[in-house]
């Protein structure tokens, strides 16, 4: 009986200066700052014009090719946009 309340005695002491332990201070992880891409990037493309029953045929081809010209100049925009955002994942994940 004696034996079995030191052992108690003991290991409750033990668990008593376990818990007292100091730990380390740990730092949370600070959050990545994430780049904003170009507003030019992130623009809205120009809508199409907008066809009349009186124009002529030479002004409705002219209207097509600005058309045209806008719909590349978008598509470049929008594949640059994601390259950019492929490029800036890709160092978040340290894998350039």
């Not at 668990?15 to 891409?37: D, K, N, Y």
């Not at 009186?54 to 946009?81: F, P, S, V």
Request: glycine letters at 4%; a positive charge; proline letters at 5%.
């Amino acid at each position: 009986m004696k034996q079995t309340l030191i052992l108690i005695a003991t290991a409750f002491a033990c668990l008593m200066a376990a818990g007292c332990a100091s730990t380390p201070f740990i730092r949370p992880a600070v959050p990545p700052q994430l780049e904003r891409a170009d507003t030019t990037l992130t623009a809205a493309c120009n809508r199409p014009v907008r066809l009349t029953v009186e124009m002529t045929q030479r002004n409705i081809e002219r209207l097509w090719t600005a058309d045209r010209k806008a719909l590349i100049d978008c598509g470049k925009r929008h594949g640059a946009l994601v390259d950019f955002y492929n490029d800036r994942d890709a160092r978040l994940r340290g894998t350039e």
